[in-house]
C-alpha cells in the first residue's frame, strides 16, 4: 500500500520559515519525481517545486523562487519543502505528489498539511 505522509505546517509570520516533509511508504522512491503543489482557500491546486529522482534536476514556479527549497534524502523515503520569507500569499493546504520517472503508473498524492501565514 502506497502512503505519502506530509508534516510540518503550521502558522507563521510573514517573514517567518516552515520546513515540509513528505514521508513515502510502498513506492521505490528514487524511482519517483517528487512535487510539491498547494490549494489556497477557492482557488485551484497550483504545481510549486519538482526534484526528480534519478538526477534530481530541480525546478520551481516563479512565485517561490529563491524563497522555498525543495530536496530529497533517498535513504529516508523522504522529501522535503524548506519555505524562507513567507508571505499571506502562501497561504494554502500543501500536498506531495510521486509519479514515476520513467514509464507508466499512477500518481500518488499525500494528504496535505495546512500552512498559514498571517500576522
Known amino acids: 500500500q502506497v502512503q505519502l505522509v506530509e508534516s510540518g505546517g503550521g502558522t507563521v509570520q510573514p517573514g517567518g520559515s516552515l520546513r515540509l516533509s513528505c514521508e513515502t511508504s510502498?513506492?521505490?522512491?528514487?524511482?519517483?519525481?517528487m512535487s510539491w503543489y498547494r490549494q489556497a482557500p477557492g482557488k485551484e491546486r497550483e504545481w510549486v517545486a519538482q526534484i526528480a529522482g534519478v538526477r534530481t534536476t530541480i525546478k520551481y514556479t516563479d512565485s517561490v523562487q529563491g524563497r522555498f527549497t525543495i530536496s530529497r534524502d533517498n535513504t529516508k523515503n523522504t522529501v522535503y519543502l524548506q519555505m524562507n520569507n513567507l508571505k499571506p500569499e502562501d497561504t494554502a493546504v500543501y500536498y506531495c505528489?510521486?509519479?514515476?520517472?520513467?514509464?507508466?503508473?499512477?500518481?500518488?498524492w499525500g494528504q496535505g498539511t495546512q500552512v498559514t501565514v498571517s500576522s
Open positions: 505528489k510521486a509519479y514515476r520517472e520513467y514509464g507508466s503508473g499512477p500518481d500518488y
Open positions: 510502498g513506492i521505490t522512491f528514487r524511482y519517483y519525481v
